[in-house]
């Protein structure tokens, strides 16, 4: 089975600070996705990032960029020059291609102004 | 492009009664899941269709079930309500590949009273 750890419940920074949200998984699969999501109060996860198990390369797509390390299991997503929109709770989710996304506990994100 | 849409947004229901729930996938997507949200639990694979099969299930009872309709459609008929089934039940839908972006609605929030 597999275990998503988002060890981080709750984080609050100040506007324009850059913060990053850490996740660890276990899997016994090779191949697998790994996603983030985010959760505002309005309920919608919203899709950020995916990453697939055999490209560890990382990437920088405006404001987000993550660190993907297969070795150690570790699918890290920073935001950077957070806004106060950004304040949600943020989900990383693995994927072993039968769907079922086991989602993490969530990391309570707060921007203040 | 329309997104995943979902009804109803809110629903409540007595205990022992059934639930049905309704979702629609973004245009071009055969692949639905069902995700449920309770309180404390975290969020929880439940189902997943791809054209019109059930193909893969998460730990729940029976009494969760749903199809998939031939226009990729699908619902969720949640029998003999429980209490603790009062949840948030969040519909997504993909590309039938694996490792396709997953992306959800904003959900049906049920209450069971």
């Known amino acids: 089975a597999q275990k998503v750890t988002q060890a981080q419940t709750e984080i609050s920074v100040v506007e324009k600070e850059d913060v990053t949200l850490d996740c660890v998984y276990e899997?016994?699969?090779?191949?697998?996705?790994l996603f983030w999501y985010k959760q505002p109060p309005s309920g919608e996860l919203v899709f950020l990032i995916r990453?697939?198990?055999?490209?560890?390369q990382n990437e920088i797509s405006g404001r987000y960029s993550w660190n993907f390390q297969k070795s150690t299991s570790s699918f890290n997503f920073t935001i950077t020059a957070s806004q106060v929109v950004d304040s949600a709770v943020y989900f990383c989710a693995p994927d072993t291609g039968r769907r079922a996304l086991t989602f993490g506990s969530g990391t309570r994100l707060q921007v203040q102004p | 492009e329309a997104g995943v849409t979902q009804s109803p947004t809110h629903l409540i229901k007595t205990r022992g009664q059934q639930a049905t729930l309704r979702c629609s996938p973004i245009s071009g997507h055969t692949s639905v899941y069902w995700y449920q949200q309770a309180l404390g639990l975290g969020l929880q694979f439940l189902l997943w269709y791809d054209e019109g099969e059930e193909r893969n299930r998460g730990n729940f009872p029976p009494r969760f079930s749903g199809r998939q309709f031939p226009n990729y459609s699908s619902e969720l008929n949640v029998n003999a309500l429980e209490l603790e089934d009062s949840a948030l039940y969040l519909c997504?839908?993909?590309?039938?590949?694996?490792?396709?972006?997953?992306?959800f609605g904003e959900g049906s929030w049920l209450t069971v009273v």
């Open positions: 990453r697939n198990s055999f490209d560890e």
């Open positions: 899997t016994r699969d090779t191949t697998y996705y």
């Open positions: 997504a839908s993909s590309f039938g590949q694996a490792g396709n972006t997953i992306y």
